[in-house]
Protein backbone atom coordinates (compact mmCIF):
# COMPACT_ATOMS: atom_id res chain seq x y z
CA UNK A 1 0.00 0.00 0.00
CA UNK A 2 1.29 3.78 -0.38
CA UNK A 3 -0.39 6.90 0.95
CA UNK A 4 0.48 9.73 -1.17
CA UNK A 5 0.54 12.44 1.86
CA UNK A 6 1.79 15.60 3.16
CA UNK A 7 2.98 16.23 6.86
CA UNK A 8 0.71 18.90 8.03
CA UNK A 9 -2.40 17.74 5.75
CA UNK A 10 -5.40 17.07 7.89
CA UNK A 11 -7.13 14.69 5.62
CA UNK A 12 -3.24 12.48 5.44
CA UNK A 13 -3.13 12.56 9.17
CA UNK A 14 -7.07 10.96 9.30
CA UNK A 15 -5.84 8.27 7.12
CA UNK A 16 -2.45 7.78 8.95
CA UNK A 17 -4.32 7.50 12.11
CA UNK A 18 -6.61 4.61 10.71
CA UNK A 19 -3.66 2.73 8.96
CA UNK A 20 -1.95 2.76 12.63
CA UNK A 21 -5.00 1.90 14.44
CA UNK A 22 -5.58 -1.10 11.91
CA UNK A 23 -1.90 -1.65 12.60
CA UNK A 24 -1.00 -1.82 8.45
CA UNK A 25 2.20 -1.53 7.04
CA UNK A 26 2.54 1.11 4.05
CA UNK A 27 5.01 2.85 1.91
CA UNK A 28 4.41 6.64 2.56
CA UNK A 29 4.84 8.85 -0.52
CA UNK A 30 5.08 12.39 0.20
CA UNK A 31 3.69 15.25 -1.80
CA UNK A 32 4.70 18.61 -0.88
CA UNK A 33 1.90 21.17 -1.00
CA UNK A 34 3.71 24.04 -1.27
CA UNK A 35 6.63 23.13 -2.72
CA UNK A 36 6.86 24.56 -6.49
CA UNK A 37 3.39 25.99 -6.45
CA UNK A 38 2.15 22.74 -5.00
CA UNK A 39 3.03 19.14 -6.44
CA UNK A 40 -1.01 18.38 -5.63
CA UNK A 41 -0.82 20.11 -8.82
CA UNK A 42 1.91 18.20 -10.83
CA UNK A 43 0.34 16.20 -14.06
CA UNK A 44 2.34 13.07 -12.18
CA UNK A 45 -0.35 13.52 -8.94
CA UNK A 46 -3.49 14.64 -10.88
CA UNK A 47 -3.10 10.97 -12.56
CA UNK A 48 -4.17 10.14 -9.22
CA UNK A 49 -6.28 12.70 -8.10
CA UNK A 50 -8.32 14.93 -10.29
CA UNK A 51 -9.03 16.62 -7.34
CA UNK A 52 -5.49 17.85 -7.11
CA UNK A 53 -5.79 16.97 -3.05
CA UNK A 54 -4.20 14.86 -0.90
CA UNK A 55 -4.02 12.16 0.42
CA UNK A 56 -4.54 9.05 -2.12
CA UNK A 57 -3.93 5.49 -1.13
CA UNK A 58 -2.81 3.19 -3.81
CA UNK A 59 -3.08 -0.19 -3.34
CA UNK A 60 -4.38 -3.85 -5.02
CA UNK A 61 -7.80 -5.15 -4.83
CA UNK A 62 -7.51 -8.91 -3.39
CA UNK A 63 -10.11 -9.97 -4.91
CA UNK A 64 -9.47 -9.09 -8.64
CA UNK A 65 -5.59 -8.07 -8.19
CA UNK A 66 -6.57 -4.82 -10.00
CA UNK A 67 -4.87 -1.72 -8.67
CA UNK A 68 -7.08 0.31 -6.85
CA UNK A 69 -6.40 4.11 -6.43
CA UNK A 70 -8.60 5.74 -3.44
CA UNK A 71 -9.13 9.60 -2.40
CA UNK A 72 -10.77 10.98 -0.13
CA UNK A 73 -9.86 10.61 3.29
CA UNK A 74 -13.27 8.92 4.51
CA UNK A 75 -13.76 6.95 1.85
CA UNK A 76 -10.51 5.54 1.90
CA UNK A 77 -11.14 5.38 6.06
CA UNK A 78 -14.49 2.81 4.93
CA UNK A 79 -12.42 1.00 2.44
CA UNK A 80 -10.03 -0.34 5.24
CA UNK A 81 -12.64 -0.24 7.64
CA UNK A 82 -14.22 -3.36 5.66
CA UNK A 83 -11.31 -4.62 4.33
CA UNK A 84 -9.87 -4.90 7.89
CA UNK A 85 -12.54 -5.01 10.68
CA UNK A 86 -9.60 -6.12 13.08
CA UNK A 87 -10.65 -2.24 14.90
CA UNK A 88 -13.48 -1.35 13.67
CA UNK A 89 -14.06 2.56 13.41
CA UNK A 90 -17.74 2.67 12.60
CA UNK A 91 -19.58 0.83 15.02
CA UNK A 92 -22.32 -2.31 13.47
CA UNK A 93 -24.94 -0.72 15.06
CA UNK A 94 -26.80 1.82 13.05
CA UNK A 95 -27.63 4.57 15.77
CA UNK A 96 -24.15 4.34 17.05
CA UNK A 97 -22.64 4.46 13.67
CA UNK A 98 -24.96 7.72 12.55
CA UNK A 99 -23.43 9.38 15.83
CA UNK A 100 -19.89 8.56 14.96
CA UNK A 101 -20.48 10.09 11.43
CA UNK A 102 -21.88 13.21 12.53
CA UNK A 103 -19.01 13.90 14.63
CA UNK A 104 -16.49 12.95 11.63
CA UNK A 105 -18.74 15.07 9.39
CA UNK A 106 -18.57 18.10 11.91
CA UNK A 107 -14.76 18.17 11.45
CA UNK A 108 -13.92 16.58 8.07
CA UNK A 109 -17.10 18.06 5.98
CA UNK A 110 -17.91 21.23 7.70
CA UNK A 111 -14.78 22.46 9.10
CA UNK A 112 -11.48 21.50 7.39
CA UNK A 113 -12.53 22.40 3.83
CA UNK A 114 -13.15 26.15 5.06
CA UNK A 115 -9.95 26.13 6.12
CA UNK A 116 -7.90 24.12 3.23
CA UNK A 117 -4.76 25.61 1.89
CA UNK A 118 -6.17 26.59 -1.38
CA UNK A 119 -9.10 28.44 0.34
CA UNK A 120 -6.34 30.18 2.50
CA UNK A 121 -4.35 30.97 -0.41
CA UNK A 122 -7.79 32.86 -2.42
CA UNK A 123 -8.15 34.70 -0.04
CA UNK A 124 -4.69 36.46 0.93
CA UNK A 125 -4.65 35.57 -3.10
CA UNK A 126 -7.22 36.58 -5.56
CA UNK A 127 -9.31 38.52 -2.94
CA UNK A 128 -6.31 40.46 -1.60
CA UNK A 129 -6.95 39.74 2.22
CA UNK A 130 -3.96 40.95 4.56
CA UNK A 131 -2.87 37.55 6.55
CA UNK A 132 -4.49 38.47 9.95
CA UNK A 133 -8.13 37.81 7.65
CA UNK A 134 -6.37 34.48 7.38
CA UNK A 135 -5.78 33.92 11.33
CA UNK A 136 -9.14 35.65 11.95
CA UNK A 137 -11.28 33.08 9.20
CA UNK A 138 -9.69 30.05 11.00
CA UNK A 139 -10.44 31.21 14.20
CA UNK A 140 -13.98 31.80 13.84
CA UNK A 141 -14.83 28.78 11.84
CA UNK A 142 -12.90 27.04 14.23
CA UNK A 143 -15.28 28.66 17.14
CA UNK A 144 -18.23 27.84 15.74
CA UNK A 145 -17.21 24.02 14.75
CA UNK A 146 -15.79 23.22 18.21
CA UNK A 147 -18.67 24.84 19.87
CA UNK A 148 -20.92 22.78 18.41
CA UNK A 149 -18.69 19.29 18.83
CA UNK A 150 -18.15 20.20 22.58
CA UNK A 151 -22.03 20.34 22.73
CA UNK A 152 -22.54 17.08 21.34
CA UNK A 153 -19.57 15.12 23.23
CA UNK A 154 -21.33 16.64 26.86
CA UNK A 155 -23.88 13.36 25.36
CA UNK A 156 -21.75 11.08 23.51
CA UNK A 157 -18.40 11.10 25.21
CA UNK A 158 -16.83 8.55 27.38
CA UNK A 159 -12.67 8.53 27.47
CA UNK A 160 -13.13 9.11 23.51
CA UNK A 161 -15.60 10.78 21.27
CA UNK A 162 -18.20 8.47 21.30
CA UNK A 163 -18.14 5.64 24.49
CA UNK A 164 -14.75 4.21 25.09
CA UNK A 165 -13.96 3.00 22.12
CA UNK A 166 -11.73 4.84 19.63
CA UNK A 167 -14.16 5.86 16.38
CA UNK A 168 -13.95 7.43 13.28
CA UNK A 169 -15.20 10.50 15.24
CA UNK A 170 -11.57 10.81 16.92
CA UNK A 171 -9.56 10.36 13.93
CA UNK A 172 -11.57 13.20 12.49
CA UNK A 173 -10.95 15.33 15.52
CA UNK A 174 -7.29 15.30 16.30
CA UNK A 175 -6.26 16.98 13.02
CA UNK A 176 -8.53 19.67 13.35
CA UNK A 177 -6.98 20.41 17.26
CA UNK A 178 -3.53 20.13 15.78
CA UNK A 179 -4.65 22.87 13.17
CA UNK A 180 -6.41 24.84 15.39
CA UNK A 181 -3.51 24.55 17.90
CA UNK A 182 -1.10 25.82 14.82
CA UNK A 183 -2.92 29.03 14.36
CA UNK A 184 -3.01 29.89 18.51
CA UNK A 185 -6.84 29.48 18.55
CA UNK A 186 -7.82 29.33 22.16
CA UNK A 187 -9.42 25.96 23.12
CA UNK A 188 -10.17 26.89 27.08
CA UNK A 189 -13.74 27.11 26.79
CA UNK A 190 -14.22 23.14 24.92
CA UNK A 191 -12.70 21.15 28.42
CA UNK A 192 -14.45 17.69 27.39
CA UNK A 193 -13.02 18.19 23.79
CA UNK A 194 -9.45 18.51 25.40
CA UNK A 195 -10.00 15.57 27.87
CA UNK A 196 -10.54 13.68 24.76
CA UNK A 197 -7.98 15.06 22.99
CA UNK A 198 -5.62 14.12 26.09
CA UNK A 199 -6.55 10.50 26.09
CA UNK A 200 -6.28 10.07 22.53
CA UNK A 201 -2.82 11.57 21.82
CA UNK A 202 -1.70 9.57 24.30
CA UNK A 203 -2.59 6.41 22.16
CA UNK A 204 0.49 5.22 20.04
CA UNK A 205 -1.08 5.12 16.70
CA UNK A 206 -2.32 8.82 17.26
CA UNK A 207 1.38 9.40 18.10
CA UNK A 208 2.54 7.41 15.48
CA UNK A 209 0.50 9.13 12.33
CA UNK A 210 1.60 12.53 14.31
CA UNK A 211 2.89 15.44 11.66
CA UNK A 212 5.81 16.11 13.18
CA UNK A 213 6.42 11.79 13.21
CA UNK A 214 6.43 11.61 9.86
CA UNK A 215 9.50 11.60 7.24
CA UNK A 216 8.18 15.09 5.51
CA UNK A 217 7.77 17.17 8.69
CA UNK A 218 9.48 20.37 8.63
CA UNK A 219 10.40 20.30 4.93
N1 LIG B 1 -12.33 15.95 1.42
C1 LIG B 1 -10.94 15.67 1.11
C2 LIG B 1 -10.13 16.89 1.46
C3 LIG B 1 -8.69 16.77 1.00
C4 LIG B 1 -7.94 18.07 1.26
O1 LIG B 1 -8.54 19.12 1.46
N2 LIG B 1 -6.61 17.97 1.25
C5 LIG B 1 -5.80 19.16 1.48
C6 LIG B 1 -4.83 18.94 2.61
S1 LIG B 1 -5.70 18.62 4.13
C7 LIG B 1 -5.01 19.48 0.23
O2 LIG B 1 -4.54 18.60 -0.45
N3 LIG B 1 -4.85 20.77 -0.04
C8 LIG B 1 -4.11 21.21 -1.17
C9 LIG B 1 -4.59 22.54 -1.67
O3 LIG B 1 -5.46 23.15 -1.05
O4 LIG B 1 -4.07 22.95 -2.71
C10 LIG B 1 -10.47 14.46 1.90
O5 LIG B 1 -10.99 14.25 3.00
O6 LIG B 1 -9.61 13.71 1.43
Known amino acids: MK ?17 A ?14 KSGGEQKSSEYVRLNPAK ?9 PNTGDRLVLNQSLAIIEYLDARFPS ?10 AAVVRTLALDMAADLQP ?11 GELGQPDETKVTWITHWVEQAFTAFEARLQHTAGSFCVGDTVSLADVCLIPQVYNAKRFNV ?7 LLTVTEALE ?14 DANS
Open 87 to 96: HRLIPEDPAR
Open 114 to 124: IANLRVLQYLT
Open 3 to 19: LYGYWRSSASYRVRIAL
Open 21 to 34: LKELEYEYCPVHLL
Open 186 to 192: DLSAYPR
Open 53 to 61: LVPTLELTD
Open 202 to 215: ALPAFIAAKPENQI
